[in-house]
């Protein structure tokens, strides 16, 4: 799973410069999810491959498009300060450019992930005999609601710990420098 | 300064017949810069003064590199050229004293040197005691003299302001202009100022250069001899700006 969210990030970020790309992507962002897992386990099988690879394809178009967002919002001003300094074009791109993306390339993993827990359900439901989306089917199959209940539950807290023991502190530490001080703003 | 090697009499500047064009879309060629000529003193402090819009800050990019003329010749004498902008333009995720350092962090490595030169420049614009300050933290004065320590960080012989106090507030503004001219007499740079403020011109420089409109060109040099420190409501201050005044209203 996760490794479908670095592989979106990173296929995000590598094709950034291709228009023709666009519309790839914006097919990928409209076949539904479903048909991703479907073809996934017709083409490589009823495993947990099947499963990593349909939640890459279903992430990437939704990852890369918030990326593509990012770069175009770069401030090309603090780029020409680099140049008028004359900092390295990597230095540019590590110091400038990669800063100001990383707010998007976290909200895409945010949202990857997401994604990659529906997937992930639907095709554990469809097509693995374990996991959670297979639990639910099993329970639904045998009209427990309090064991769909347990398990929807359990599914809650894995992402609520995510949420607040993963993305709230890296956020929070990347993007400290936007609490201000007002005090400090009327000091001259 | 402590580091950036020799101190040598380095940072004249001299452009002879330069032109810049710009060529359309539609083919056509249209004429920005018509062949600018003037020479600036190392160690002077020299503005260039023209209405928005003019192609002052042109003359700028060229000096600076980041753009290229179409002929003439542009000669600098010395390699370094700290550059201070409109905006501040600093990296809002670094802190202070990171963004002074910037553009110093490819050449040294050693971490306490780059930040004993943070400290030196932080001091020299009046913000010692701000390094771990984020920039939205600070008021837009304050901005732009960590993008005027950012600019003297490198050591440069030359210093290149592009209407650096015309976003600030006034009184700002002459805070920081009465801040620069003790940082010029301190250090020593050679500084060519843009401005499309008269007062602003004749109060800081030496020489002014007066730009006209479309095409540019230097129509006018004009120097001011009096003495530093300047004091705002000299009166010999207010009569060298009227005549300016009265001559750009005749152009």
Known sequence: ?188 | MAHGGSCTAVGAITLKNVSKEHVLAGGGRLSVLESISFEVADHSFTSILGPSGCGKSTILNLIAGLDKHSSGEIKIDGARVGLVFQQPRLLNWRTVADNVVLPLEGQLSDKAALRVIAQTYRTLVGLAGHEDYFPLQLSGGMQQRVAIARALAIDPDVLLMDEPFSGLDEITARKLRQELLRIWQDTGKTILFVTHSIAESVFLSQQVLIVSEKPARIFKSTKIDLPYPRQYGDIRLFEIETKLTNEFLQL
């Open chain 1, 1 to 188: 799973m996760v490794l479908g969210v670095t592989t979106g990030t990173i296929m995000g970020l590598s094709r950034k410069g291709a228009v023709f790309l666009d519309s790839w992507v914006l097919v990928g962002l409209t076949v539904p999810a479903i048909v991703n897992s479907i073809i996934c386990l017709l083409w490589l099988g009823l495993n947990d491959r099947a499963a990593i690879v349909a939640i890459g394809t279903a992430a990437f178009p939704a990852v890369s498009i918030s990326i593509l967002q990012g770069i175009k919002g770069i401030d090309t001003q603090l780029v020409s300060m680099g140049q008028a300094f004359h900092l390295s074009r990597s230095a540019i791109i590590r110091k400038i450019i990669f800063p100001q993306l990383l707010p998007h390339i976290l909200a895409s993993m945010r949202y990857a992930l997401g994604i990659c827990w529906k997937i992930c359900t639907t095709v554990e439901l469809i097509g693995m005999s374990s996991g959670v989306g297979y639990q639910l089917n099993y329970w639904f199959g045998l009209f427990s609601m309090t064991q769909v209940f347990a398990w929807t539950l359990l599914f809650l807290l894995v992402m609520f710990a995510i949420e607040y023991l993963i993305f709230k502190p890296i956020e929070k530490r990347l993007t400290r420098w936007r609490t201000g001080v007002p005090a400090l703003q009327w000091a001259q």
